[in-house]
């Protein structure tokens, strides 16, 4: 059944008009109570009934005035004269219009909506990745403003028009050539590009001189816990049959590299030093994800991911770049993992090289005298051997050998 024919029902009609008044009844029915007050209309612009209501008053003013200017075709045709409107030619001016306004809408959404998009990169890889989606937004868009307007104005040029024939143009092989092998090209440069800048981030060449800094994160529903490694610079193992209400994380002080790791309240890393992140999860997928580093990976329950980048801009230069003081880095989970996902953030700081040293000698350690009983270890903190071949003489308490076993 078409639109008008829906529309004209007489039936569907007075379901309209008393669904109108049944909701509009609904709507300011709150407001009864209140009779001697103005109306606050608020809520109700801000409800969806009113915009609904409104779509189906437009609906039915533009199917009134489709009826009446058919009664005026009818009456033109009983009476045997033209056609009095020339539709050909208003749907081809519709056609113009509509172009006009959707190129306008794009130079809105460019320039308006356009600057809301991620702000600048603070990583290395981050500008590769900026550069790369630059790329093929400039390609997408000649080809979308391009494609559009020919498509349009050809609308508009050949209209129907009775003095004119269409000429039968049913195959041309060139053209065919052309529109398969120049998209094909350009696809493959872009994909090309994207696995290469991929491969870039995710297959790095370590050189045993310059280690990345580890850290390991660890999701949960619904908060990050960060664990910084000790003066070692290894993040130790852990486990998650280890987890007991003091030990949150499940780390096993059995590995002498557990032994002087740090808990973290934020993240704080020194600038154009590379970082890797291997993150894990206790719960539920979550991904961790730091816009400002172009930075994304989900964080998989059973199996560490991990992300290595350089940060490039420190805190305070942001600052003074944004010009807004308040300014800071952020770690969000952009996986809705449940109701307070939202509240799953956490500020990241890059500093000098000298302020992390600082900040380092300043976080404390997991390992708490509770935890050296639940292990077996002194309680008083034991020099590091160098070789590690002692981790073997450090006896695991019974009750986490039987933990393990499970
Ligand atoms: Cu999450």
Not at 48 to 60: G, M, P, R
Not at 101 to 106: A, C, M, R, S
Not at 298 to 307: I, K, L, R, S
Not at 362 to 375: C, G, I
Request: charged content about 20%.
């Amino acid at each position: 059944m078409s639109l008008i024919k829906v529309i004209g029902n007489k039936a569907m009609a007075a379901l309209a008009v008393i669904f109108t008044l049944f909701s509009s009844t609904a709507v300011f029915a709150q407001e009864a109570a209140a009779i001697a007050k103005p109306v606050d209309m608020e809520p109700v612009y801000r409800s969806t009934i009113f915009y609904v209501l409104l779509f189906l008053l437009a609906c039915l003013f533009i199917a009134i005035v489709g009826k009446a200017l058919k009664v005026y075709e009818l009456t033109r045709e009983t009476q045997g004269k033209s056609e009095g409107i020339n539709w050909d030619l208003i749907n081809a001016v519709l056609f113009v219009i509509f172009l006009i306004v959707g190129l306008y809408g794009v130079y809105f959404e460019y320039t308006v909506h356009g600057k809301m998009i991620l702000p600048e990169a603070a990583s290395e890889h981050g500008k590769k990745i900026d550069q790369m989606f630059e790329i093929t937004l400039i390609l997408t868009t000649i080809v979308f403003i391009a494609t559009h307007i020919v498509m349009f104005v050809f609308t508009y040029i050949y209209r129907y028009n009775k003095a004119r024939k269409a000429y039968y143009y049913p195959h041309n092989n060139m053209i065919e050539r052309i529109w398969t092998i120049v998209p094909a090209l350009v696809l493959t440069v872009l994909v090309l590009m994207g696995f290469l800048t991929w491969r870039s981030i995710f297959h790095k060449v370590e050189d045993p001189n310059n280690k990345p800094l580890s850290v390991e994160v660890t999701s949960s529903q619904f908060q990050w816990d960060i664990r910084y490694p000790g003066k070692d610079g290894i993040v130790g193992k852990k486990n998650y049959k280890l987890v007991t209400s003091t030990n949150n994380l499940g780390i096993d002080f059995n590995d002498r590299d557990s032994q002087d790791d740090l808990v973290a309240d934020e993240i704080v890393l020194p600038v154009n030093k590379a970082v890797r992140f291997t993150l894990t999860s206790k719960d539920v997928i979550h991904s961790f994800y730091m816009p400002q580093f172009r930075v994304q990976l989900n964080t998989v329950p059973g199996m560490p991911t991990q992300f290595e980048f350089t940060p490039t801009i420190t805190t305070d230069e942001m600052k003074a770049k944004t010009g807004d003081p308040n300014f800071h880095y952020v770690l969000l989970c952009s996986k809705i993992c449940g109701t307070n996902h939202f509240n799953m953030q956490k500020v990241v700081r890059i500093v000098s090289e000298k302020e992390y040293e600082e900040w380092l000698t300043n976080q404390k350690p997991y390992l708490t005298d509770d935890l050296r009983k639940a292990f077996n270890l002194p309680v008083t903190a034991p020099a590091k051997p160098a070789d590690s071949t002692a981790t073997a003489s450090v006896k695991p308490s019974a009750e986490n050998q039987l933990a393990l076993k499970k």
